[in-house]
């Protein structure tokens, strides 16, 4: 298994090299990631290479026994560049390109740079093609660049709605373009969005704009599509020139500006950067999540390329992990499916923006806590390490996860401060406290697979996507919705049905009428029978008419009694729940949960404490369970008796007991 | 009587039409207002006209008994205008224009646009002048476009001044230039005023400037004037052609980036736009004062031309009206002056920007709740009609509501937070709970028409105006002014006298120092007498001096000790109350108010309880008492007895019950 | 001794000049400043000049016994000279000039502005170098112009890199700019570092910047020195032709955004303005603080150029200055050094945007209670003056001040909220209320001049500097120092040591590690011994190892317990303490200084109650007591029995008592 470390030898003295690797070799890293930002050092002026220096620094790891993976440096464009080729720099929507000088700032249809990324890529992969120590390559570096004004990128997309629509009537049909006279007569006529306050921004669509939401959402996608084919491009070079290395790339977990799945087809697998130490300490459930969705890109195992390793921050930093705390968020990663593991960074860097960014060492380079710590856990990992071979996480229940419903909330939201994830949190957080895991899925996957479907916030459906949730209920399986469902076609478009359209006879309700509700406004629910009580509705709720389900909730508020908060339907040999409300308890979330597993027969790995994360990895016969205590206090876990704790080599009683942030490896099969 | 809803054909397919005047004519609507976004549809190229379509929708509505108000479309303009003509967009301070894709982002100024408005507008008028069921024209759609900073604009505005001042010596005397080096020499050295922090506004002046608050009130007065003069373009060719229609704009009642004084000069009547469900159900006396507003705008009734149907917003929308909100909100416009009343809209739109204006009818164009509730009130309307008519509302008590000194205090509000409206309402607010009609007049209207006058904030005071208050006063007339009185002439100089200047005598008071008070400031005020109380002043003091007036509340604050918070001064045969304090406690103003009503011999229509708004309307003889419970209590309210209730038919008792958000219309002559 | 006010004839007619010259006179006023926005009436048309005007209010002042000091023009230049040379307007980021009309914004790379600059400034020299009463000349206004992103500017820049740097490559090595692929191969590859949000911005350099803050550091050193360049030109001619007339400029106390000790350096003395009236009344040792900086920029008393006469503000103002709140704003600063005197502003003007910035007359011109006021504080003044002939504030204790290590916490400030002057004020409050004086020093003083030194959150810290700091505590000295002391490398590298690096011996600590904390996060505080009580740590902690110093105080938090809250260490004969923690009680900080005091032997002038502050001015071999109540309640306070008070003549007892808002000056040799 590979453990090691992000690591910038361009930043150090060459007699510092050989000490690096020594303690990497002391702490058993036996890989690091390279040179993701050193362009400017690999070809100084145009054309003119230099990768003696990289030569040198991979020959002292691999004297000390380190891999290596690297990357093209295109993340991080020398002055050079620009200076020769303006055009290379994105232009912001007051008409002036970025000032060079930070990173993610290049235009992604200019010629130019695009010329170049193909030249660094082929003459880094001409020349590292054999050095015995590579392993493998990394695109670029967390793609999702700022959206660019230029005249090129406003053609190209242009372009790029021609191939899609044909016709300019079929882009009026699918826009609705008839709505304030927005009616196309030429493709010429069609803008990028701007954003309404025109401000600069360096990362990243932003649609409080009053612009068109179907021409947003298209932006949104053609804005992936540019990442995508940046990094296909370098892709296509590699693979010619390096067939036995892999080709990752670090994704940003539940980043949503990019289309994962399109991004990652073209890797092996793919990687991640994990930084989960923020604020007081609290409860990462978002890693765990995060991790899920990072499994689900290409529905196998991935790496961490980049995990916390001290505080973090730009001008201002945050927290230091806490002794135990490095440990326990490589092993939470670890369980949900995580097969390499980097740090970032080894060392904390004297220059430039990330001097706070803070490595396993300090600036001052001692071998100290962080870098024990760690270290440890590279022991371990390596013990463990044939057990995990062959393993991942297999789970019974599914969540849809869909970047075109992420974006359509994001250009509408509905309600203030909704977001798919926050939607979506709701029922993953009573999944990880009923100690189950879940896979996130496209929704075009094959639902039969599972047994439980959790659909939250699901608002852009196609009809046939619609059908297919129908069918699966009608087949046995078992169904969640909530808020906002089936609102949206493809192209943005409101369908003008009675909601939620195509699933209303699977679900038994119609929803004629809803409400977004201010932070001075709530409403009481009432639960009955399996989640029974009394809870409190905020945001958003619908008018929801039961057409045959049962209702499980009801509002204490005289225009609502009619309407029910939450129902449960039996259609075919399945069940359809809906929850028409954002409820604030959490209590409320786990008895649905729990209902819900009953009915889908979905059974526990065990019945972790508040706090204590338990996750499974099994394959080839083996199963091993995780567990992972996030607090800082000793937790008892009821576990199966009898078993391996693979950790301290212990076999276990009926129960046992983690330390603060402590974890426990349980091999159960 | 005309009741009916916005409706837009050219969102729906053709044979949905008939479908759609088919529940108008059920729901008893007998007006459409259509076509403000149909530019595209009507003009697909310059110059080349379809109307077709618009003919047919006509015709079917008409078959229907629906008659129709058409818009001239300049709105929104189609995408081939600026793609031919870019100068037709406004241009940001950044120097470049606005993007198209929104809507009001054209450059009054443009010869371009104001052309192609002349000919849409020409070419509507020649086509739809025999229509039928025609019955008028809405110019445009809720003026108030973007400031824009081209050439064209700024030399525009240059001739604008030298027309008003004849000669640059005269605008250097005008806006005091000897501060700051700002003396000019040349016309050409005026510039448009750019807001401090220069980030891109789409719509409206913004004067968080620091540039020189002369300049900024002239540039306020030039952007009303472009808007005015754009309109008055199109209503000269409406005239012209369709001589038997009547002209209406859509206005937006308190909205104060234009003089609607002038606005409204060039229409037979006004209309206004009012959605006021917003938050939490509240107590919404804010649609009351816009509706005197708007009935001030040229003394007469108006109508409604946007009416809250559902649940509105942008990304995100807001609270659903409650069973029996949608049907009060319309009787409490009916109530202050409503002759017309139209919702937005019909159905709502499942395309666009505005797919969450929710209408009438919901996306699925079922007629449900919603739609039954304008029916019913549809319904009320026409047998309320006979009464109706000839009434209106018939004050004894009028607020001066001017735009100069709205728009001073906007440029400098003295203190945070400080605005014309904000201190209207304190004023406002307390006369509605004493069941006391309101007229809001310009300052030169006649003040003898009144009993009482109220000039809250009243910081723009011409010597003329303050003459005239001195003489109603010393006539017999009541007045009541409160803080920054008389502070600015009329290019936003401050006089150079002691406040409250040529009022003083009247006012019987000197303030010779005054402070504004920050967020953890308060003084304690001790009311005597008729305000007998303790209360809390807030925000700004006056350090009142009174020289003969009757001192009402005093502050037991050490170093106020010697000022007055309110006084009375008896000044000829009237009365003139001010008020030098923000006075946190409703029941101040309503102490002050009865007294101030009493010393008037002004009478209430009747004691309402808490909630409810009482209105009467008047005329040929007839008076009508509305009432109004905007709470979710049932009220009971005293009423004159023997009456004749008109949508129950019943004869009043001594006092009467409304259902929550119940309404009675009582014929009490 | 000059008091007086800030005069601005041009704002009023003629025949008034002689009234309010008379009105000074009677108020004892001997001094105004003039013209500082006068540029247009004084060079209506380039390169004609009309002084007239002003030889005429100058001679009226001469009539009244008023001495004058003028001001060079250049902080609003006239319309004409953007009109003809638009160059000379600031460049904002969006490559937009700023628009003519607010002050303060022009491009100080202009040549062209450079050159008007020196012929207004010798225009002006050459005129008035004989007038009688003109005492001085004070340059431009409030130096601090907004940043300029013009080609010129850019390429000025490189230039004053490539007279500091020499060669590109030192650029690359001193900056670190291996990081980010950031290294330059021409210099022409410089950018000016753009603000990360780009809206644009008036003044002041902003580094919420993703750019290198190596670079930000050495951008904000240009910016500085081009405001200290343009000052020098101006001070060249004006040495050259008025060698008689003093030379100053009104400084920004606290304001950091110019290096002042460069600035001070071609003035004869500082002068500064001070507004501390703003909010509800506080303690304003903020202001006792910033005068102590301005003493400090040159090491000698200064003037007070602009005082708060009354309430201040733009579009809004703020409270009004309370009966003898005018007086004893006087008194604080002439206790910290203050040897002149002028109010802001004579005569509150109507027109422009000061209209709210009120003077000692409003705007009716009538001498009220704030004339009132300055005047009794002017004649005291004269009546004071031989005693503090010869005498300034002599401290014991000092606070380093450094602008290099203010620039680079703005740059990073490390943890959310961190400033230089919120840490420096945790100590300079303590000291206050111990009753002891302090002096702001730069890092390059004789630090032996001193008992204690403090150096709060010392973050950039040559090594000659800790060297210093070293020798200082071996030779005797007590030293303090708290968080992220000595982080920093002159060109804003982080060093690559332990911390606190080279004064590890010194302070007797190691720290390893550290870590900022959220709002959410607090630690407790367990302080022994001399700071013995419970505290709260909160923003921020480091986690010291003690190496041989005592421990003061240390955390009750499980991860922190082996390291030190607080420190002591003997080195040499000295003493040198840390504070590794920002502490929210007052109380620590004051148990904390009174054990330093009394290590390093330094007694306090007297113990003043809260509230009460004093300071002493000494020289000559007199010692005069200044004691300033800051309360609206009496206050009695201890002082040295059988000396003279000064103000009543009155012998003192043992204890003095002060009015609300008070003061006394006791002669106590």
């Known amino acids: 298994m590979y453990v090691g470390a992000d690591y910038y030898p361009e930043h150090w003295p060459r007699e510092r090299w050989e000490v690096d690797a020594k303690l990497m070799q002391e702490a058993e890293f036996n890989v690091v990631r390279l040179a993701e930002f050193a362009w400017i050092d690999m070809e100084p002026m145009e054309g003119q290479y230099e990768f003696g220096w990289l030569d040198d620094a991979l020959a002292i790891l691999d004297k000390h026994g380190v891999s290596a993976i690297l990357c093209t440096p295109t993340a991080t464009m020398p002055a ?10 994105a232009m912001q929507p007051d008409g002036e390109r970025i000032t060079w000088g930070v990173r993610k700032n290049n235009c992604f249809t200019s010629g130019t740079y695009r010329l170049l990324s193909e030249r660094i890529t082929r003459a880094m992969a001409e020349h590292f093609v054999d050095t015995p120590n590579l392993i493998g390559w990394q695109t670029d570096n967390e793609f ?11 053609a190209d997309f242009q372009d790029w709605l021609r191939a899609k629509y044909g016709t300019i009537d079929e882009v009026n049909r699918a826009w609705g373009t008839h709505f304030w006279s927005h009616k196309y007569t030429t493709w010429g006529e069609i803008e990028i969005p701007h954003p309404s306050g025109r401000a600069g921004r360096l990362a990243g669509p932003d649609y409080l704009s009053t612009h068109n939401p179907s021409l947003c959402l298209d932006f949104q996608r053609y ?7 940046f990094q296909r491009d370098q892709v296509r070079i590699l693979r010619a020139l390096c067939p036995k290395h892999f080709v990752t790339h670090n994704l940003m977990g539940s980043y949503s500006d990019l289309n994962y799945y399109d991004l990652a087809e073209d890797l092996d697998h793919v990687s991640w950067d994990n930084y989960p130490v923020w604020g007081a300490p609290s409860i990462p459930y978002q890693s765990s999540a995060a991790a899920d969705v990072m499994r689900g890109v290409k529905r196998k195992n991935f790496w961490i390329m980049e995990q916390t390793a001290g505080p973090g921050g730009w001008s201002a930093f945050g927290r230091n992990p806490r002794p135990g705390e490095i440990r326990k968020v490589a092993y939470q990663q670890l369980a949900h499916g995580a097969d390499g593991q980097v740090w970032f960074r080894w060392r904390t860097c004297t220059a430039g923006r990330e001097q706070y960014w803070h490595g396993l060492l300090g600036h001052d380079g001692k071998p100290l806590r962080r ?34 419903t992420i974006w359509a909330l994001r250009i509408q939201p509905g309600f203030e401060g909704n977001s798919y994830h926050s939607a979506m949190m709701r029922y993953y957080s009573a999944l990880v406290r009923a100690g189950v895991n879940v896979d996130m899925i496209k929704p075009t996957e094959d639902f039969s697979q599972y047994r439980l479907v959790i659909a939250p916030d699901f608002y852009l459906v196609p009809d046939e996507v619609a059908q297919k949730l129908s069918d699966y209920v009608k087949g046995g399986g078992v169904l969640l919705a909530d808020c906002r469902l089936a609102v949206k076609d493809e192209t943005n478009l409101c369908y003008d049905r009675t909601l939620p359209g195509l699933l209303s006879d699977t679900l038994g309700i119609a929803i004629e009428e809803y409400e977004a509700m201010d932070d001075d406004m709530e409403y009481r629910v009432v639960g009955k029978d399996v989640v029974a009580g009394d809870y409190t509705a905020v945001k958003y709720v619908d008018w929801t008419t039961p057409k045959g389900a049962d209702v499980l909730a009801t509002f204490d508020q005289w225009h609502l009694e009619s309407f029910a908060a939450a129902t449960r339907n039996r259609s075919g040999k399945g069940t359809a729940y809906y929850v028409g409300a954002v409820v604030s308890e959490p209590a409320f979330y786990d008895q649905l949960i729990a209902d819900m597993l009953k009915t889908a027969g979905v059974s526990a790995h065990l019945a972790p404490p508040e706090g204590v994360e338990v996750s499974a990895r099994e394959g080839g016969g083996k199963k091993l369970l995780f567990l992972v205590n996030h607090t800082e206090e000793k937790q008892q876990v009821a576990v199966p008796s009898g078993k391996q704790e693979l950790l301290s080599g212990e076999t276990t009683g009926d129960t046992i007991t983690l330390d603060k942030y402590g974890v426990a490896v349980i091999k159960v099969q």
């Open 371 to 404: 870098y024990q710590e760690a270290a440890q856990t590279a022991k371990e990992y390596h013990k463990l390490a044939p057990e995990l071979e062959g393993t991942t996480v297999e789970a019974k229940v599914a969540i849809i996860y869909d970047y075109e």
């Open 144 to 154: 999702g660049g700022p959206v660019c004004f230029c005249d090129t990128c406003r």
């Open 80 to 89: 050079w560049a620009p200076r020769k080729y303006p055009e290379v720099m």
């Open 223 to 229: 804005h992936s599509h540019l990442n995508v084919r």
